[in-house]
């Protein structure tokens, strides 16, 4: 049973471009979560999706970021115009079901904005 | 505000020696607390959880983390550190119907031979 998976691992845009990341979470889970990761600093919360609706987007900025979890196929974290400051690294949960709450971790995506 | 907070950013110890690292947490009901463990270039693997009962809870790699409602801390403790511990460790705070973790900027664990 694969883990979550991610890909690419590290994704570089110039700024102004556009950057899809994607997960696919473990076989069975409903439950994806996105969170992003600067140097010296934990994980925020970005978004929380299951499958085909938005529970939870407090943690996205309010402009040129976007997530879904489609019916079938991965979940996407879409940031359009790439600024410098959106570098980081960008890592994807899921969980299995609405009484399970053990998460499991992708390795993440850097992103890096030139 | 539901915050954690991991007041030591790095932590070195010798190999053999004793560890504890400590997490305080801010929640306005009763958590579940999580501690993970993060190696370079990998997602995050769960150590341990609270979530109930008794406040000593085991978890894998030979940790061990304790609930202290009156100081709202679940520090991470293990008698004997190997080489192999050293990694980035985080702790975390889970609302009851799991729609938001909230995490601590971590802790740095160097290991010394």
């Known amino acids: 049973n694969a883990g979550v998976m991610q890909n690419p691992r590290h994704l570089v845009r110039r700024r102004g471009q556009e950057a899809r990341l994607r997960c696919s979470p473990m076989?069975?889970?409903?439950?994806v979560y996105w969170y992003r990761q600067l140097p010296e600093e934990g994980l925020k919360f970005m978004v929380y999706?299951?499958?085909?609706?938005?529970?939870?987007e407090s943690g996205m900025p309010k402009e040129r970021f976007s997530a879904e979890f489609p019916k079938e196929g991965p979940s996407i974290l879409r940031i359009q115009q790439v600024v410098r400051g959106d570098s980081a690294a960008y890592f994807c949960?899921?969980?299995?079901?609405?009484?399970?709450?053990?998460?499991?971790f992708g390795s993440g995506t850097q992103l890096s904005v030139l | 505000a539901q915050s954690v907070t991991q007041p030591d950013i790095h932590i070195t110890v010798s190999e053999g020696a004793s560890l504890e690292l400590r997490c305080n947490y801010s929640?306005?009901?009763?958590?579940?607390l999580f501690w993970y463990v993060q190696s370079p270039g990998q997602g995050l693997q769960l150590l341990l959880k609270?979530?109930?009962?008794?406040?000593l809870v085991q978890g894998i790699k030979g940790f061990e983390a304790e609930f202290k409602r009156s100081q709202s801390s679940f520090n991470l403790r293990k008698p004997s550190v190997h080489w192999s511990d050293a990694a980035e460790y985080f702790c975390?705070?889970?609302?009851?119907?799991?729609?938001?973790?909230?995490f601590g900027s971590g802790t740095k664990l160097n290991v010394k031979p």
């Open positions: 975390a705070v889970g609302a009851r119907n799991f729609n938001k973790f909230y």
């Open positions: 949960a899921s969980r299995s079901g609405s009484t399970n709450e053990k998460l499991f």
């Open positions: 609270y979530f109930s009962g008794d406040t």
């Open positions: 929640y306005g009901a009763t958590p579940y």
């Open positions: 076989k069975g889970h409903s439950h």
């Open positions: 999706l299951q499958k085909e609706n938005i529970i939870d």
